[in-house]
């Protein structure tokens, strides 16, 4: 079991030729082995449309206690979260941890809000944006509903997978469709960690500058899932809204790993305090 790390950690310094135009990625906070980043939403943005300005490859992770959890047992995992351009703080202990560790700037970065965010924002520049993800027909619904809330917006495509292992043909295909699309953000929608080991997977594969893993926006913003009031996402009770809702799929997610998160988090503070961020495999 790894640590909490209690301050920050920052990635290596680029070359001094190099940083003017190649944003610097954000510090981290170790929670747990997974380096959660010290952004708010406004500055997730911000990084994301460097990274299409500069036309970086990178991938993100929205990342609360259930990706961080699930790192615990899968070490691929684990590195994949810590090799993200970005892991933001999707759930409100990954934000009082980051504020625990010194920055009172951090903010939750939750994956329907970074959605609409740079959809309306984006409008403006030009921003594509590829919907890949979701059940059947989902993608196109989803598309429809923020070009509806927001006219103007940019689609590039979208494309609902099959609930089945791709073969190399099919996924080759797709990688063409994305790439002739000429989208500048791959929203994926897979659900944890599926999505991570896509992102990861395809990433120098998919020429698009950022790929999003957001799971259940999909079906929040098409319109087939209700989110949790404000006051419940804002308090950390997002969680108890949607074991109500949907206790039959999420009853072992949440009344298993939250207490088992709280628990390795004490156990941790009787370890190693300083562990190093683990990024190689």
């Known amino acids: 079991m790894t640590a909490l790390l209690t301050d920050f950690e920052q990635s290596d310094a680029l070359p001094a030729s190099s940083a003017a135009q190649i944003p610097l990625p954000p510090a981290r ?45 899968d070490p691929i995992l684990r590195q994949i979260h810590n090799k993200a351009g970005m892991v ?4 409100m202990p990954m934000v009082w941890l980051n504020k625990m560790a010194g920055n009172s700037n951090v903010g939750r970065v939750y994956g329907p809000d970074l959605m609409l965010k740079l959809c309306r924002e984006g409008r403006e520049r030009g921003i594509r944006h590829y919907f890949y993800g979701g059940a059947q027909g989902v993608a196109s619904l989803l598309a429809a509903s923020l070009q509806s809330r927001f006219p103007g917006l940019n689609v590039a495509g979208t494309y609902c997978p099959p609930f089945r292992t791709m073969t190399d043909a099919e996924d080759a295909q797709v990688i063409s469709q994305i790439n002739s699309a000429n989208a500048d953000i791959v929203w994926v929608g897979l659900s944890t960690p599926k999505q991570e080991f896509w992102m990861s997977s395809h990433l120098g594969r998919i020429n ?50 939250n207490p088992l998160f709280v628990i390795y988090l004490l156990l941790s503070k009787l370890r190693i305090r300083r562990p190093a961020l683990e990024t190689s495999p």
């Open 29 to 73: 906070c170790n929670v747990l082995g997974v380096g959660i980043s010290a952004v708010n939403l406004d500055s997730a943005a911000e990084l994301i449309n460097r990274w299409i300005s500069t036309r970086q490859n990178q991938y993100v992770c929205i990342t609360g206690v259930h990706g961080v959890m699930e790192s615990q047992s």
């Open 88 to 91: 933001t703080p999707d759930g």
């Open 208 to 257: 698009a500058p950022v790929m999003i893993g957001v799971g259940a926006a999909f079906d929040f913003h098409a319109g087939l899932k209700r989110q949790a009031p404000a006051w419940m996402r804002k308090s950390g009770l997002e969680w108890l809204y949607r074991l109500c809702t949907e206790p039959r799929r999420l009853w072992k997610r949440y009344l298993k790993n």
